[in-house]
């Protein structure tokens, strides 16, 4: 049996920031993945610019060495466009001039079997990290000093003190432990394919959201990827996806085809990959993230944008809390839920006003005509469009919304 004072379920994104930050702390820990890496993951590929603050806040040279992978496409911003067809950009970083930009992209699209092995790659060369690949854990059992943790046949076992849980949508510990399931209004479906040859991409790398009027509340996105490829998709709520019967494979394809701008746009591209399906958990309901020696990360803990569908930044902000709240519950040596809360209110603290605020526009999207108006206005307000590129880029929307002036700003638009 393995004994450690932190066991993480889970080497994706918001597993990697966790014991990345550990490291940093001097804190051994124990990561665990069921997967052998590197491994697809199905997503949207994008990774907004909290991705690269995220990582710099944890370590800058981890941020240096995620820009000099070569598997990425830059990426300046995302392209909103309404059901109306009018079209909105939204840089990851303020002051953003076309003309007059220099230097490195806040954000990119990367392939998520590229970025997250990279992820992995760093944790291989921490020397207070075990990595444990293409082994689960089944069990989770707490005892009076801490979690077992075990696989289904009981050849691998972990002792921790405390568990980070970081291992998804379909987190059994998230459903067994933390009693968190499914909720259709609060979840989206997803499916994902891979393109050639699509024309009309942004020379800045923007990635793009549809707002189709067959899809509200839901989006056809596409993502710019190197090689001339593109990250194709739809997500749209479970509930509606339940209610209207909807064959997402077809209703992709019945776009790329029929759409009169996609059809355009696609009529020289061809597929490069299977049409695949995938879950995101929303964070548009609060919920309780931690307990008795645990806490829940990433898409375990349905922090994913209502709005955007951007979980891969959320994902890294929420390992990184969970590795400081570790090493404060290890000073104090209490691992109670009332001292593990501290993780929660901190969370929330930092996403919930962009997630209060995605989940106000997810709503308003679904009626047509007040989205086309909140798209007509943010073309006109620079505050509003301010707004929005704070949700991509830097947490810094607590501050802009405590703050009188900038109200008076957007009413003077200006």
């Known amino acids: 049996m393995i004994a450690t004072d932190v066991c993480i379920i889970g080497a994706g994104p918001a597993g990697a920031a966790a014991a990345l930050q550990l490291q940093q702390f001097n804190i051994p820990c124990v990561v665990v993945d069921k997967a052998v890496f590197p491994r697809d993951k199905i997503c949207g590929d994008g990774l ?227 049409i695949e399906g995938y879950g995101l958990p929303l964070g548009s309901k609060k919920r309780t993230l931690s307990g008795e020696r645990y806490m829940l990360t990433g898409d375990a803990a349905y922090l994913i944008d209502p709005f955007t569908g951007e979980g891969i930044g959320n994902a890294l902000y929420s390992g990184r809390i969970a590795a400081q709240q570790a090493v404060a519950s290890l000073k104090a040596n209490d691992f109670s839920a009332t001292h593990m809360k501290k993780y929660d209110d901190e969370v929330y603290r930092v996403l919930g006003p962009e997630l209060g605020l995605s989940t106000k526009i997810q709503k308003l999207s679904n009626r047509t005509w007040l989205f086309n108006f909140l798209m007509k206005t943010a073309m006109r307000n620079k505050q509003l469009r301010e707004l929005m590129s704070c949700m991509f880029y830097e947490i810094d929307l607590r501050k802009k919304l405590t703050r009188p002036s900038f109200y008076v700003k957007m009413l003077l638009n200006r």
């Open 48 to 274: 907004s610019g909290k991705v690269l603050t995220a990582l710099n806040r944890i370590d800058k040279k981890i941020g240096e060495r995620l820009c000099q992978l070569s598997e990425k496409e830059g990426s300046w911003g995302v392209t909103f466009t309404a059901p109306s067809r009018d079209s909105l950009d939204i840089a990851y970083e303020p002051d953003y001039n076309p003309q007059s930009k220099t230097g490195i992209p806040a954000g990119f699209v990367c392939k998520r079997i590229n970025f997250d092995n990279f992820l992995v790659e760093e944790l291989k060369h921490c020397s207070n990290i075990q990595l444990f690949e293409g082994q689960s854990i089944d069990t989770f059992t707490l005892q009076e000093d801490g979690y077992l943790l075990t696989d289904t046949a009981g050849t691998f076992s972990v002792k921790a003190k405390l568990v980070i849980v970081a291992n998804g949508a379909h987190s059994a510990f998230t459903k067994e432990v933390a009693g968190i399931h499914m909720e259709p209004q609060h979840y989206c479906a997803g499916i994902r394919a891979y393109y050639k040859g699509v024309s009309g991409l942004s020379a800045d790398g923007f990635i793009e959201l549809h707002f189709l009027r067959s899809l509200l509340p839901g989006y056809f996105w596409i993502f710019p990827l190197p090689n001339g490829e593109a990250n194709v998709g739809i997500s749209i709520l479970s509930s509606v996806v339940r209610k209207r019967k909807l064959n997402l494979k077809k209703t992709l394809q019945d776009i790329v085809a029929n759409d009169p701008v996609m059809k355009e746009r696609f009529k020289n591209a061809t597929l490069a990959s299977g």
